[in-house]
C-alpha cells in the first residue's frame, strides 16, 4: 500500500473529523480521551483552525496520512518546537483498521525524510508507554534511539503506566 502525507489544512476538517469519530475508542486504549467537546464538529473545526494557526506561526507541524485512495488513515504531529536548538517532538496515530500493517512506520519515515531536507530540525524526540511495543517498533525502525523509562507512573486512562523515551538525530 502506497502512503502519502500532506500538511493539515482547513479543508481535512470534515475527513479529519470522521477520521478521529471512527477512531476514538481505539485511540483511547493508547493515549487519554480528548472529551465530549472534541466529537462536536464545531468545537472540533475551531481547534483544527487553531492548530492551522500554530503551524503558520512555525511552531508545529501537523500532517495527515492517507492511503493511495487518500483516505486519511493517520495523523503525524511535530510539536513544541524549539527554535534554539533545532529540537522537536513527534507524536503519532494510525487507524485500527490499519494498525499492524506497517502504516505508522511508513508514514514516520515520509515525515522524517521531510524533516531532513528542510535543514531546519535536527533531533526529534519521542514517547510511548512501556507496553507500547508497536509503537517503540515503529520508533526504532526510523532510527530512534531509547533514551530512558521514567521511574514514576503515570496515569493513563484509569491504568498506571510507564512512559518510554526516544530521540532521533539528524
Known amino acids: 500500500m502506497e502512503v502519502r502525507i500532506h500538511r493539515l489544512q482547513e479543508s481535512d476538517a470534515e475527513s479529519l473529523f470522521h477520521f478521529e469519530v471512527a477512531n476514538r475508542s481505539f485511540f483511547n486504549k493508547m493515549v487519554p480521551d480528548r472529551g465530549e ?34 483516505t486519511i488513515i493517520g495523523r503525524i504531529n511535530l510539536v513544541d518546537f524549539n527554535h534554539s536548538n533545532q529540537s522537536v517532538e513527534l507524536g503519532y496515530r494510525i487507524s485500527e483498521n490499519q494498525s499492524g500493517k506497517g502504516m505508522a512506520t511508513l ?35 526510523n532510527g530512534f534511539t531509547y533514551i530512558s523509562t521514567d521511574p514514576d507512573e503515570v496515569l493513563l486512562n484509569g491504568v498506571k503506566v510507564n512512559l518510554i523515551h526516544y530521540r532521533w538525530s539528524k
Not at 118 to 126: D, E, F, L
Open 107 to 141: 508514514g514516520v519515515k515520509r515525515v522524517l525524510d521531510e524533516v531532513y531536507h528542510q535543514n531546519k530540525i535536527k533531533h526529534i524526540s519521542a514517547r510511548t508507554t512501556k507496553d507500547n511495543l508497536a509503537s517503540q517498533k515503529v520508533l526504532e525502525n
Open 37 to 70: 467537546d472534541y466529537y462536536k464538529f464545531e468545537t472540533f473545526n475551531d481547534k483544527l483552525v487553531q492548530l492551522i494557526t500554530e503551524q503558520s506561526l512555525g511552531l508545529s507541524t501537523f500532517y495527515l496520512v492517507r492511503d493511495e485512495n487518500g
